[in-house]
C-alpha cells in the first residue's frame, strides 16, 4: 500500500499537471512571496564603510582613558618566549606593572582571523582584543582605511622612539607608526634540503627548474604567490607594480603549475612538508627554517635569492572599542626594551626590530648563534636583497589582484 | 522546517546580490551569477562528483564484505567487531586525515621504507595526487557505509537463505538472489550518505590534494572566508545543494521504490 503511494508521489514531482486547485494555490505562494522580497531586500550585507571612528579627538580620548590592570592580547602560535608552559616576559611585565595579560595565540592567518573579526567590528562591537598582531597587506589596509583601529598614543612609547631599528619605522603601509608598531618582520625567500636537489640555489628561477618536477612547493597566500611570481619576472619594484606585472607573474606561476612543478600550494604547513622530504625546494619564511634547523633538520637551509628576499612586518595594533587601550600602550612600550625584545627574540628568532637586543641576547642571555644569525639581525649585505611588497589601494585594485593569481591555486 | 527555510532563502538572496565587503551588498536580482559560477567552476563541479562518485562506490565495495562477516560470522562478538569498525571515528576528523598526511608522506613510514629498499622510484610520491585525495574520502566514509549495511544484513530472516539453500540454490545464487536484493536498503541508505558527504567535503582535498585536486567545497570555502565574496559563495552552495537534490532524486528512482525511512 505504502509503496504504490510513494511511486505515485514520485511519478507526481516528475510529471508537472497543475490542477486548477494548483493554480490557485500558486496564486497564493505568489502572495506569500511578495512578503518573501521585502525579507530577501532585508537580507543584504551591510558594508564597512562609516562603521569606523572618523573624526573623532583622539587626544581627547587617550586623555580620558585610565589604566585598568588587564591585557587581552592576540598573536600568532609559538611567537613569543614560552618557558614549562609560561611567558617569562608577560609574568615579567605584570610584575613590573600590575597589569595582568589574557594571551590568546588564536591567529593562524591573516584572512580568517580579519573575517572573524571584521563583521565585530562592522556591528561596532569590541573585538574582546586589546592588542592584536596583524601582518602587512591587504587586512591591515582594510583596518586603517575603515577607521577600525585607535590611533596610537604617541606619548605612551618613547622606548619605540628610542630603540626601534630604522627597517620598522614610518613603514610605507603605515606613515609615522600613527596606529601599528612592528611586532617581528621576516624575510619570504627560498628554502632548500641540499641533499635532495644536489646543487646549491641562487635563485627564484631555482622554483621553476624541470629537475625538481612535483618536489616543488609555493605558497597558496596570493599576496606570497604573486610576490614570487614577479620577482621571477623581474619585478622587483613591486610597491609600484602595474596589473600588467601581476598578469606576467601569473603567466610564469600558471606555467610553473601546467608543467607538474608544483606539489602543492601551502600555508605554514609547507615547512613540515620539507622536513618530511615532500618537497625539495620551497618558498619559506626565515623564522622557521632558523626553528626547523634547531629541531632535528640541521640540513634545510634558507637562501636569500639575488633577485631580492620579501620583507614583511608583522604589526602590533589596538582595535577599535578595544576596553583596555591603555595598558596595551604600556605593553608596546614595555617590549621595546632591547633587555625584553631580547628574552622573546633568542626564542621567536625572526627579524628583530630592535637591534640593541643583539648585544643583550650574546652577552647577558649568552646565545651567539641567535645572536649571529643573519636571519635575525641581518647583514647589511642581507639587508641590501629587501623588497617590498605591494599595497592594495581598495577594493577593486585587491579584486584584480585576486582575480589574476586566485585561479593558478584553484585548480 | 524554520531552521531550514530561512538560511536557505538567505543564501539564495545573499547570491542575487553585488557589492563588495567595503561599500556592502545589495539585492540587485544577479541571476546572472549562477552560470557564471557553474561556468568558473566546471571543472571543480565535475571533479568533486568523480572523487565523491568513486569514493562511494570503493568504500561500498570495502565495506560490504566487513558487514557481511560481522552480520552473518560474527556471532557472539558481533558488538565488539562493530565497535572495532566505529572505533577510529572516535577521534577527531581532521587528526585522523592529518596522519595519513604524515603516513603517506614521501620519505615517510611507507613509502619511505618502500624506497629503501628500492621497490619504488625516488620521485613517487602518493599525496598530492586525486588517488590520495580518494583515498581520504574512502577512509572517512567507511563506517557511514557500514552501519547501514550492517543493519540491512542483521535483519535478513535467516530461514529466507535456508530456504534458498533447500531449494538448491549455490552459495553464489544464494547471495546473489537472496541476500544481496534483500541487503538493498542498507546499500541504498549507505550509498546516500557517503556521496552526499563526500562530494561536498574540502578538508580532505585541503590536505592530501596538491594543485588540480580542489574540490568544489575549497572554493566555497576559499571565496567566502579569504575573498569576502558571499555572493559567488552562496551561488556555488546552491548550485551544489540543487545538484546533489537531483542526483539523489534521479538516484531514488532507479533504485529505490520504498521511503528512506523504511530503510534505515
Known amino acids: 500500500m505504502r509503496d504504490q503511494l510513494d511511486a505515485a508521489f514520485f511519478r507526481g514531482l516528475t510529471q508537472p499537471r497543475m490542477s486548477r486547485r494548483q493554480l490557485v494555490r500558486a496564486g497564493a505562494a505568489g502572495a506569500a512571496g511578495l512578503g518573501l522580497m521585502g525579507f530577501l531586500e532585508a537580507c543584504g550585507i551591510g558594508g564597512s564603510k562609516g562603521t569606523g571612528a572618523e573624526n573623532v579627538d583622539w587626544d581627547k580620548f587617550w586623555a580620558d582613558q585610565k589604566k585598568s590592570?588587564?591585557?587581552?592580547?592576540?598573536?600568532?602560535?609559538?611567537?613569543?618566549?614560552?618557558?614549562?608552559?609560561?611567558?617569562?616576559?608577560?609574568?615579567?611585565?605584570?610584575?613590573?606593572?600590575?597589569?595582568?595579560?589574557?594571551?590568546?595565540?588564536?591567529?593562524?592567518?591573516?584572512a580568517p582571523f580579519f573575517a572573524k573579526i571584521s563583521p565585530v567590528l562592522k556591528a561596532g562591537h569590541s573585538t574582546g582584543y586589546d592588542l592584536m598582531v596583524i601582518t602587512d597587506g591587504w587586512e591591515l589596509t582594510q583596518l586603517i582605511e575603515n577607521h577600525w583601529l585607535i590611533p596610537l598614543d604617541q606619548s605612551?612609547?618613547?622606548?619605540?622612539?628610542?630603540?626601534?631599528?630604522?627597517?620598522?619605522?614610518?613603514?610605507?603601509?603605515?606613515?609615522?607608526?600613527?596606529?601599528?608598531?612592528?611586532?617581528?618582520?621576516?624575510?619570504?625567500?627560498?628554502?632548500?634540503?641540499?641533499?635532495?636537489?644536489?646543487?646549491?640555489?641562487?635563485?627564484?628561477?631555482?622554483?621553476?627548474?624541470?629537475?625538481?618536477?612535483?618536489?616543488?612547493?609555493?605558497?597558496?597566500?596570493?599576496?606570497e604567490l604573486g610576490a614570487a611570481g614577479m620577482l621571477a619576472a623581474g619585478i622587483t619594484d613591486q610597491p609600484n607594480s602595474t596589473p600588467d606585472d601581476w598578469q606576467k607573474a601569473a603567466d610564469l606561476l600558471t606555467k610553473q603549475r601546467d608543467d607538474g612543478l608544483v606539489r602543492q600550494y601551502y600555508d605554514q604547513s609547507y615547512i613540515k612538508a620539507l622536513e618530511d622530504g615532500d618537497t625539495w625546494i620551497s618558498q619559506a619564511w626565515s623564522g622557521d627554517v632558523f626553528q626547523a634547523n634547531h629541531s632535528g633538520y640541521p640540513d634545510l637551509k634558507f637562501i636569500v635569492p639575488k633577485e631580492g628576499v620579501m620583507l614583511w612586518h608583522d604589526n602590533c595594533m589596538i582595535p577599535l572599542h578595544a576596553e583596555h587601550p591603555v595598558d596595551a600602550m604600556e605593553w608596546i612600550n614595555f617590549y621595546y626594551q632591547p633587555q625584553?625584545?631580547?628574552?622573546?627574540?633568542?626564542?621567536?628568532?625572526?627579524?628583530?626590530?630592535?637591534?640593541?637586543?643583539?648585544?643583550?641576547?650574546?652577552?647577558?642571555?649568552?646565545?651567539?648563534?641567535?645572536?649571529?644569525?643573519?636571519?635575525?639581525?641581518?647583514?647589511?649585505?642581507?639587508?641590501?636583497?629587501?623588497?617590498?611588497?605591494?599595497?592594495?589601494?581598495?577594493?577593486?585594485?585587491?579584486?584584480?589582484?585576486?582575480?589574476?593569481?586566485?585561479?593558478?591555486?584553484?585548480? | 522546517m524554520l531552521f531550514f527555510v530561512v538560511p536557505l532563502v538567505t543564501i539564495l538572496a545573499v547570491a542575487l546580490e553585488t557589492g563588495?565587503?567595503?561599500?556592502?551588498?545589495?539585492?540587485?536580482?544577479?541571476?546572472?551569477?549562477?552560470?557564471?559560477?557553474?561556468?568558473?567552476?566546471?571543472?571543480?563541479?565535475?571533479?568533486?562528483?568523480?572523487?565523491?562518485?568513486?569514493?562511494?562506490?570503493?568504500?561500498?565495495?570495502?565495506?560490504?564484505?566487513?558487514?557481511?562477516w560481522i552480520a552473518f560470522r560474527g556471532g557472539r562478538y558481533k558488538s565488539i567487531l562493530l565497535f572495532l569498525v566505529l572505533l577510529p571515528f572516535f577521534v577527531s576528523f581532521v587528526i585522523r586525515i592529518l596522519s595519513w598526511q604524515f603516513i603517506l608522506a614521501d620519505d615517510g613510514l611507507v613509502l619511505g621504507t618502500l624506497k629503501d629498499i628500492h621497490l619504488l622510484p625516488d620521485s613517487f610520491h602518493v599525496l598530492s595526487t586525486p588517488a590520495a585525495v580518494i583515498a581520504g574520502l574512502t577512509y572517512d566514509a567507511l563506517p557511514f557505509m557500514a552501519l547501514p549495511l550492517y543493519v540491512a544484513l542483521e535483519n535478513i530472516d535467516r530461514g529466507h537463505v535456508e530456504a534458498a539453500a533447500d531449494l538448491y540454490a549455490s552459495p553464489t545464487q544464494r547471495f546473489l538472489r537472496v541476500i544481496l536484493p534483500l541487503s538493498a536498503p542498507g546499500i541504498y541508505a549507505g550509498v546516500l550518505l557517503v556521496a552526499i558527504t563526500n562530494i561536498g567535503d574540502y578538508v580532505s582535498a585541503a590536505i592530501l590534494g596538491g594543485p588540480n585536486t580542489t574540490m568544489i567545497g575549497n572554493i566555497i570555502q576559499q571565496q567566502y572566508v579569504e575573498n569576502q565574496n558571499y555572493p559567488v559563495a552562496s551561488a556555488l552552495a546552491l548550485i551544489l545543494m540543487l545538484a546533489l537534490l537531483v542526483g539523489m532524486f534521479l538516484y531514488a528512482r532507479a533504485m529505490g521504490t520504498r521511503s528512506i525511512q523504511q530503510y534505515v
Open chain 1, 69 to 110: 590592570g588587564e591585557l587581552v592580547f592576540a598573536n600568532w602560535p609559538y611567537y613569543i618566549d614560552i618557558h614549562q608552559g609560561t611567558h617569562p616576559s608577560l609574568d615579567l611585565f605584570t610584575k613590573k606593572t600590575g597589569i595582568k595579560v589574557d594571551y590568546k595565540p588564536v591567529i593562524q592567518n591573516n
Open chain 1, 340 to 411: 625584553i625584545e631580547a628574552m622573546i627574540e633568542d626564542w621567536v628568532w625572526y627579524l628583530c626590530p630592535v637591534p640593541a637586543a643583539k648585544e643583550v641576547i650574546a652577552d647577558k642571555i649568552g646565545d651567539p648563534t641567535v645572536a649571529k644569525s643573519p636571519l635575525v639581525f641581518p647583514t647589511p649585505s642581507v639587508q641590501k636583497g629587501f623588497r617590498e611588497y605591494y599595497t592594495f589601494k581598495g577594493v577593486d585594485d585587491h579584486q584584480q589582484y585576486t582575480e589574476i593569481f586566485d585561479p593558478i591555486i584553484q585548480s
Open chain 2, 20 to 68: 563588495d565587503s567595503v561599500n556592502g551588498f545589495t539585492l540587485t536580482w544577479n541571476f546572472s551569477i549562477f552560470p557564471d559560477a557553474l561556468d568558473q567552476y566546471q571543472t571543480q563541479f565535475v571533479r568533486s562528483f568523480l572523487y565523491g562518485g568513486a569514493s562511494t562506490v570503493i568504500a561500498l565495495l570495502v565495506m560490504y564484505p566487513v558487514s557481511y
Open chain 1, 156 to 223: 605612551r612609547m618613547p622606548n619605540f622612539k628610542k630603540y626601534a631599528s630604522p627597517a620598522v619605522r614610518d613603514p610605507r603601509f603605515d606613515p609615522g607608526n600613527q596606529y601599528t608598531v612592528t611586532w617581528q618582520s621576516g624575510m619570504t625567500g627560498i628554502a632548500y634540503d641540499p641533499k635532495a636537489t644536489g646543487r646549491k640555489i641562487t635563485s627564484v628561477h631555482d622554483l621553476w627548474d624541470p629537475a625538481f618536477k612535483g618536489k616543488v612547493g609555493m605558497m597558496s597566500d596570493d599576496t
